[in-house]
C-alpha cells in the first residue's frame, strides 16, 4: 500500500513534556507538509519541507520544530513551549512544492493536560 | 499575502437537490486554487484543482467548481447531493506569483445532506 502514515492515531501528555509526533511517507514525494486543525479555524501550516535536510516555517512555528533527514520521514515535535498544543495535526506530501495536490496522513490527536 | 474564505459554517440541503459551497479567495498575482474533503476523524482528500484554462472545472464523486475571476470566487457544485456526500469541505489557494510554496486553507464548511 502506498500513502502516507501517522503514528500514533491518539496521543496524551502531561503539560510541559515535549511530544514527537510520527510521518511516514511511500509514495517517494520530495515535499512534505506539517498542518495543525482546530475546530472552527481550519488547517494551519506549521512547518513544510520542500527537499531532505531544508525545512520552513508555516503560519504558527512557534513551539514546534521538525527535521527531514530522510526523504520519507518527516516528525514533528511539538515542545513545552506551546501554548495550546492540544490538536488534530494532519502530515502530508506532494510529489514537490510546486504540486499543490497534497496526499494527507489520518492524523493524530494530540490532548496534552 | 494569500488568503481564503468560506462565508458558511455549515450547509444543508435535501438528498437529490443541487449543492453549492461558496469560497472566495484574495492572491496579489494568479490563483491555484483546489477543494478538500475531510470526512470524520479523516486526513484530507484532494477533490479538484484550477490553474488556469476552463473555468469549469470537473473532479471525484461528481463534483465541479465554477472560477469566476471577476469575482474572485471558486464555488464548489454538485448537481444532485447525496447522504455520502456529507463531510467538512476545504477550499485552498496558492498564489502562483509569490514565493509562497504552500497552500493557504480556509475554515471549512460542513455540509450536511438530508435524506
Known amino acids: 500500500d502506498g500513502g502516507i502514515t501517522q503514528s500514533p492515531k491518539y496521543l496524551f501528555r502531561k503539560e510541559g513534556q515535549n511530544v514527537t509526533l510520527s510521518c511516514e511517507q511511500n509514495?517517494?514525494?520530495?515535499?512534505m507538509y506539517w498542518y495543525r486543525q482546530d475546530p472552527g479555524q481550519g488547517l494551519r501550516l506549521i512547518y513544510y519541507?520542500?527537499?531532505?535536510?531544508?525545512?520552513q516555517k508555516g503560519d504558527i512555528a512557534e513551539g514546534y520544530s521538525v527535521s527531514r533527514e530522510k526523504k520519507e520521514s518527516f516528525p514533528l515535535t511539538v515542545t513545552s513551549a506551546q501554548k495550546n498544543p492540544t490538536a488534530f495535526y494532519l502530515c502530508?506530501?506532494?510529489?514537490?512544492?510546486?504540486?499543490?495536490?497534497?496526499?494527507f496522513g489520518p492524523g493524530t490527536r494530540l490532548t496534552v493536560t | 499575502a494569500q488568503s481564503v474564505a468560506q462565508p458558511e459554517d455549515q450547509v444543508n440541503v435535501a438528498e437529490g437537490n443541487p449543492l453549492t459551497v461558496k469560497c472566495t479567495y484574495s492572491?496579489?498575482?494568479?490563483?491555484?486554487l483546489f477543494w478538500y474533503v475531510q470526512y470524520p476523524n479523516r486526513g484530507l482528500q484532494f477533490l479538484l484543482k484550477y490553474i488556469t484554462g476552463d473555468n469549469l472545472v470537473k473532479g471525484s464523486y461528481g463534483f465541479e467548481a465554477e472560477f469566476n475571476k471577476s469575482q474572485t470566487s471558486f464555488h464548489l457544485k454538485k448537481p444532485s447531493a447525496l447522504v455520502s456526500d456529507s463531510a467538512l469541505y476545504f477550499c485552498a489557494v496558492r498564489d502562483l506569483d509569490t514565493g509562497r510554496r504552500a497552500l493557504t486553507f480556509g475554515s471549512g464548511t460542513r455540509l450536511q445532506v438530508q435524506p
Open positions: 502530508a506530501s506532494s510529489i514537490d512544492v510546486n504540486q499543490d495536490e497534497q496526499y
Open positions: 492572491v496579489s498575482g494568479n490563483p491555484y
Open positions: 509514495l517517494n514525494h520530495d515535499a
Open positions: 519541507s520542500q527537499i531532505v535536510n531544508d525545512f
